[in-house]
């Protein structure tokens, strides 16, 4: 079975496709040996880690090279944030995403933002063309910022969330990523009136996975969140060790020296 296969499979369950988002190869590697049973990248984690920052400005160029290095050393599905698919032309997108599918990734998170839906909807119609006609595959995850940008009204985002789910999902969508959606009931709404697997992403507030599953919830992001934790935790340790000089305070708890190594051991050669 194919990645691709599997990854759609995987959105298939009672109980969500976990996705704690990694930004290069080494935290890919990490995450797979943990166990993880597919891998996505956050474009925000991507962008700082290649020095820009986040919000379609990453050239698609160190985008191609990180996934390249990524899925050298992986074995899992591999499903890669591409915000907007760096272009407004729809047959650039879908250009962009075949660079990726030529690597071997299984899927992408393509977003609309504060674009007009109908501009999404186009893309990913020119993507799934694309796919179609070189014999490959992709699962799309259509993202749609209704809830963390606050597109709408409050009382109408549910329903304008649906609108666009509906609207992606005729254009060939596989999945449906709804960021910031925290509400039970407004899960529960929006997993009843769309037919795609519906994503949502780890912030204050939200159920744990178990509870997401019975609301109908087929994945869970982390997002940016551990790119953020571990960035914390880098400039605690360093203002610590610029500010004292002392030893201990990168000493504390680090993952072991071999322990690193071995994640690499027999890895194919580039």
Known sequence: MSNVSTFHQLHDNTSPLRLPNVWDAGSARLVEAL?????????????????????RILPFDEVVGSVRRIVRVLNVPLSVDIENGYSDDPKTVADHVMRLVDLGIAGINIEDGSDAASLLALKIEAIKDAVVRSGSDVFVNARSDVFLASLVEQSMQPKESIARGKLYASAGADGLFLPALVHPSD????????????????????????????????????????????????????????????????????????????????????
Do not use: C, H
């Open 187 to 270: 899960i529960e709404t929006i997993v009843g009136a769309t037919r795609l697997p519906l994503n949502v992403m780890a912030v204050p507030g939200l159920a744990d996975a178990v509870a997401l599953g019975k609301q109908g919830v087929r994945r869970l992001s982390a997002g940016s969140g551990i790119s953020q934790v571990v960035l914390g935790k880098a400039k605690t340790i360093a203002r610590d060790f610029l500010e004292s000089g002392r030893s201990e305070s990168i000493n504390d708890r680090p993952l072991p020296y071999s322990e690193i190594q071995g994640l690499f051991a027999g890895l194919r050669n580039p």
């Open 35 to 55: 166990g993880a049973q597919a891998i996505a990248t956050t474009s925000a984690g991507f962008a700082w880690a290649l020095g820009y920052p986040d919000g």
